[in-house]
């Protein structure tokens, strides 16, 4: 990975890499501060094959010690610092890691998961002790863990290795087309890979990173948007609801910004819309992607012919396919378990053998495929459309029905611009938690209109604001604590039914 960041350093040195708040670093920066890293972090005892924990989701010298962290053959697990000590503390035991590095005070969660952490050190109080050890890895190694929740009771980790990443980053970049005078404004945290991918792609392309905190994914996005020119917004819904609403309320536009990007949870037709209303001038970009391949698809950038509910096809040198309950495969425009094949493909789950052996199978051939979990469906063209998770998708009075479905279509609803559905459990049936400004009654009258009465969730409930987890998107398990515990068995819902 840190060829990557030599390549570009030696391109462009000058150029601005990195910028969070006041911090300005230059690439040939960043370059001089991973290797005096390197040399820091080797004196703490790294070495080849060891986990470093980085607790600092959105900072200058956490995309420093990424590339410090590779030179050494080590893997980098950046957490997100805000997370409770109950899940820090199983990935702590799960990765068992040789150091735990934070910036400034450890935050009380992460001292409590994982007891002695170091401080950061400012690099350039820091000595370059010559040349480390030539190739202290493969490309076949890995390089990184990036833990995912995913439907589980525990954080899994994804095993990154080297020449996945790069494949990736460069398969995605080939599609998008970074270009070097591009400012990218990312408000995500470099835990979630959504956001750590912005930067091994500005690395690439040698465009600027601009690290947002957490902060900035509200009232002041439009404000930094424009105080740094940026060009490149990756966004998913909850980000795209927020920009839409503070251009429509200020009159003002963002005329720099050419491009939106999407993943991790698909904008709504009409929130797609509203962003080519409002920005005219940018291109709203669809992609499909989980930890365990990073992109599936991506819509062409030049292609404005991307069927409606796309998510565009698949990556270069790489096959996607769907599949029935009995893994044969299914002809186009049928909707099965999503199957991909290709380098992009990762490793598998850090010390989950049976889980690993589930999800990511070798075929006839020797190659590994990653058998998603996701319901989706391929046209004849080639171009995929995300159904919903096989966890989320149920029966009712016999129909087969996506939650991502049911979520759709109430976005659709003019008022509405969050939707969370909760598959039944146990005495519980659907219930779609909505925010926005119309009252329940109102919401099910008109998804009854798009979805038909068959399909209408059993329940409805209006809230201020919707749960997000640090990556941005809704925490439906946070949501699942809450009602399974307000909503009793006998209870009468919105719509007139009653859980008996």
Not at 270 to 297: D, I
Not at 444 to 457: D, I, K, S, V, Y
Request: hydrophobic share 40%.
């Amino acid at each position: 990975m840190h060829h990557l960041l030599d390549e570009r350093a030696s391109l462009t040195p000058d150029a601005i890499a990195v910028v969070h708040g006041p911090e300005s670093w230059t690439y040939a920066h960043v370059r001089q501060a991973s290797t005096v890293y390197a040399h820091w972090l080797k004196s703490r005892g790294v070495t080849r094959g060891d986990r470093v924990v980085i607790a600092a989701s959105r900072a200058s010298n956490t995309v420093a010690l990424i590339y410090a962290i590779s030179r050494l053959g080590a893997l980098y697990v950046i957490v997100d610092e805000k997370l409770g000590s109950f899940v820090l503390r199983q990935i702590a035991d799960d990765c068992e890691p040789r150091l735990v590095v934070v910036n400034g005070t450890p935050p009380p969660g992460v001292r409590d998961a994982f007891g002695e952490c170091v401080e950061i050190p400012e690099w350039r109080t820091l000595t370059d002790s010559g040349p480390l050890p030539a190739g202290p890895c493969l490309s076949v190694d890995p390089v990184s863990l990036i833990y995912t929740s995913g439907s589980t009771a525990a954080p899994k980790a994804v095993v990154c290795a080297h020449r996945e990443v790069i494949f990736s980053v460069r398969a995605i970049q080939g599609r998008l087309g970074y270009r070097n005078d591009d400012t990218v404004f990312c408000c995500l945290p470099l835990s979630f890979d959504y956001g750590l991918y912005q930067a091994y792609l500005a690395c690439v392309s040698g465009s600027a990173l601009v690290l947002g905190d957490a902060g900035a994914a509200g009232p002041p996005l439009l404000t930094a948007l424009l105080h740094h020119r940026a060009t490149i917004l990756p966004a998913l819904p909850t980000l795209a609801t927020i920009l839409v609403m503070l251009l429509g309320r200020s009159g003002k536009s963002a005329p720099n910004l050419r491009m939106v990007t999407n993943t991790g949870a698909a904008l709504s037709p009409a929130l797609t819309q509203q962003l080519r209303t409002l920005l005219p001038q940018a291109t709203v970009v669809p992609m499909f992607g989980l930890t365990e391949c990073k992109r599936v698809t991506i819509a062409p950038v030049d292609d404005a012919e991307v069927p409606v509910g796309s998510a565009g096809t698949a990556l270069p040198d790489t096959e996607i396919f769907v599949v029935d309950e009995n893994d044969h495969r299914l002809p186009p425009g049928e909707v099965g378990q999503l199957v991909v094949r290709g380098p992009n493909v990762m490793s598998g789950y850090w010390r989950a053998p049976a889980e690993t052996a589930r999800r990511f199978r070798v075929d006839e051939f020797g190659v590994r495929s990653l058998y998603t979990g996701d319901q989706c469906r391929i046209d004849a063209k080639g171009h995929l459309y995300f159904v919903g998770r096989q966890d989320e998708v149920y029966k009712q009075q016999g129909i087969r029905i996506s939650a991502a479905q049911v979520e759709a279509a109430a976005l659709d609803i003019t008022g509405i611009n969050g939707a969370a559905l909760l598959p039944p459990h146990g005495d519980r049936g659907a219930l779609l938690v909505v925010t926005g400004k119309l009252n329940a009654e109102t919401v099910l009258t008109e998804l009854r209109e798009r979805l038909g009465r068959a399909r209408l969730p059993q329940d409805c409930r209006v809230l201020d604001t919707l749960p997000v987890r640090a990556n941005g998107k809704i925490d439906k398990r946070a949501l699942l604590e809450t009602f399974d515990a307000l909503i009793p068995v006998g209870a009468t819902t919105h719509n007139g039914q009653r859980h008996d």
